[in-house]
């Protein structure tokens, strides 16, 4: 992963490779956690901290534990993770279904996708998973602390390292060759070499999704994490979802409003993104791309934009 937050683009908030754009979604998260996004809001640590009682509710366990185990670590309440993993085992073996499935899901919560204090589940990870809105806030621990990253120069990438790079590989070419790869190139060689149309750009699980294109008077989308707000911009993600949706005040938008469903870019944007990698510097040495599979352009020429019109209108 230490490759791919060298090419974090701060500007536009995604990662821009020498030819193309990759940034992570809220649909792309929550297919792939297997979570739906709900119409609610989600964590905004404004929450009222849970009394024990509740957190004992929530894990089906009796109060008087949860309070004999709680603990602050760094200004912070929560539990430890070899208290709740030992309660996990405990009520595993007892058959105890509810209590062993909450517990068990909490340290997911604590320990997987909201990593703070090592062997430690915060109250912040508590309050997300008594809320079961994870995905806007993965994805907005995913872009705030890459872009902390690179405003600092340097630094450790806090959030759910898993669910980022099982996003980025999802991407990448599935050839035989790139898998293998018998030359054992470095990540950073490979990434380089890559163009837009060795990009597994669409995966059809995204076929019928409405995708959450911007909230309320925002032409983006703001995400809270657990340690600060930021906005994505889901805009140059059409590529990779192609159709659209929004939180608070939802706007939603369909085939009708964004055209056909394809993952062929337009002639002007791709040499846009070629300005944009040579203005931004790539931070790696940019080489000849190695062919993955013979294939058609992927971008089309300027004739091929109103063939594409026309049969939009057709079919309207």
Known sequence: MSGLVQFYDPLYRCFTFPDFQLLPTLEEYA???????????SFSGLERVPTSQEIADLLHIDESIIGAHMTTKDGIEGLPSDFLIAQATLYGKAMSEDAFESIFVLLIYGLVLFPNIDKFVDMNAIRIFSILNPVP??????????HMRNAKGGGTVVCCLPLLY???????????????????????????????????WYNRVYDGVQIIDSCGEFSNVPLLGTCGGINYNPILARRQLEMVRAWRKIHRKGRKELGLKNCIALEPYTPWVRRRASEYLMPYVYLRPTPMVMVGPSTLPDQGVEELRDEDRSRA
């Open 166 to 200: 099982k996003w980025f590989i999802s991407h990448l070419p599935q050839t035989v060759a790139f898998k293998e790869n018998k030359g054992c190139l470095r990540w950073s060689t490979r990434l380089m070499s890559l163009t837009n149309d060795d990009i597994f």
């Open 31 to 41: 297919y792939l956690v297997g979570i739906p996004i709900l119409d609610q809001l």
């Open 137 to 146: 806030t993965l994805l907005g621990d995913t872009y705030f602390t890459l």
